[in-house]
């Protein structure tokens, strides 16, 4: 298996972890040699109610049996598309009240990006220095990282950039700007959050020469802080709320929310502005329904807070200088970049699925399953302080 995995199958990096996996069911994935890894990474915070959840599975075999994809998205009344555009629009602050599904949080970005210039009539974007928004085109050209850009130029125009937090570079907002893209909560670079009320300091100024904010809720959206959506923590409602990872159960879908004001310049002059085939497929539709369902009537997202506090307490040692992050999105910081690269690989060896974020080298993913248990935590943290005693005596 791992062989053809390498032979035939693209890879994104040299040295894969190939893991053979069998199957996979709540917080546990199993090997093809029946070994079992505790998943503290749930996809890339993909997985929001674990794996293989009876309520998510049952959407998907439900809807399977009835029907598959019928038509272009936007054109056919579909229910599970419609409840699950219904029900976000019920959970969150107006004007957000009108969705656009797509297949991909980086695909949400990009008609997120067009509908700014779209409704605005500029070009200027702004992101964030250290950003990460996804791969594709428009992605790709809001990153700073030029070891990944360069190889793929020329990118889209008119991109410009801040640093997060930095109150001072809110001066370059101006009314030659569309929109300003911003993550609730940085991930890539280290799960950095907003401090001394950054959001509402940055939609002060778009609001101030009208420009759009829009806000990337990819990774922390779908209860991961302990809110449905990050951006709930700060106090600040974007224009444009973009969506994926954790939407989906478990599925691949993306989205994009706004006004219904700003949001219907997509359908006319010219119509069919965004166009996708796939998105708001009625399969994972109603997985993400079923999931938003899940989080929206029980009590995970109380749940969350308290087992932050639990990876709090469990995770002080002399390797860790801090833990980053909100909720059940955590980033602890090791003391450098052999430590981190040492416990991920040391991890899966005994079991604990950890992984890393993309920019900051010193940094571990935990992004669990919202419905691990308390138990399941213990067990963890316990292999992670028993990794780092090891690698603190070999020092």
Not at 29 to 58: E, M, Q
Not at 147 to 159: C, G, H, M, N, V
Not at 309 to 334: C, D, K, T
Request: net charge negative; hydrophobic share 40%; charged share 20%.
């Amino acid at each position: 298996m791992k062989q053809d995995f390498l032979k035939y199958q693209a890879q994104t990096s040299p040295y894969p972890l190939a893991m053979e996996v069998s199957h996979a069911s709540g917080s546990y994935i199993y090997d093809t040699a029946g070994k079992k890894h505790l998943d503290f990474v749930a996809g890339v915070s993909a997985c929001t109610l674990g794996h293989c959840h009876p309520r998510v599975v049952n959407a998907i075999k439900e809807q399977a049996e009835k029907y598959l994809h019928v038509m272009v998205y936007g054109e056919y009344a579909q229910g599970p598309a419609i409840e699950l555009c219904k029900l976000l629009a019920e959970h969150l602050p107006a004007p957000l009240e009108k969705t656009y599904l797509t297949n991909s949080g980086t695909e949400a970005i990009e008609g997120a990006l067009k509908l700014a210039r779209r409704y605005t009539g500029r070009s200027g974007i702004i992101a964030a220095k250290s950003a990460y928004h996804g791969n594709t085109m428009g992605s790709l050209s809001l990153m700073t990282y030029e070891e990944r850009q360069k190889p793929f130029r020329p990118l889209i125009p008119d991109i410009s950039w801040i640093e997060f937090n930095r109150e001072e570079d809110l001066e370059k907002i101006d009314e030659n700007t569309a929109g300003v893209i911003l993550e609730s909560i940085q991930g890539g670079a280290g799960f950095i959050q907003p401090q001394n009320d950054y959001l509402k300091k940055v939609k002060a100024k778009c609001e101030k020469v009208g420009a759009l904010l829009i806000l990337d809720e990819i990774q922390p959206g779908f209860g991961r802080t302990g809110k449905l959506f990050g951006f709930q923590n700060y106090n600040t409602v974007p224009d444009i709320l973009v969506m994926g990872k954790g939407m989906g159960g478990g599925l691949p879908i993306g989205a994009f929310t706004s006004s219904s004001e700003i949001m219907d310049t997509l359908s006319a002059n010219p119509k069919m502005g965004h166009i996708t085939t796939f998105g708001g497929n009625p399969v994972i539709a109603a997985a993400a329904l079923a999931t938003l369902q899940e989080l929206v009537t029980g009590d995970l997202l109380a749940q969350t807070l308290q087992k932050e506090q639990l990876f709090r307490e469990l995770l002080v040692h002399p390797l860790i200088s801090e833990v980053r992050g909100r909720g059940l999105m955590l980033a602890p910081i090791l003391t450098s970049e052999e430590i981190a690269n040492e416990l991920v690989l040391r991890a899966q060896d005994k079991g604990l699925i950890l992984f890393w974020l993309l920019f900051e080298g010193k940094a571990i993913r935990i992004t669990p399953p919202l419905t691990i248990s308390m138990s399941e935590i213990k067990e963890g943290c316990g292999i992670i302080i028993d990794i780092l005693n090891d690698l603190l005596q070999d020092k």
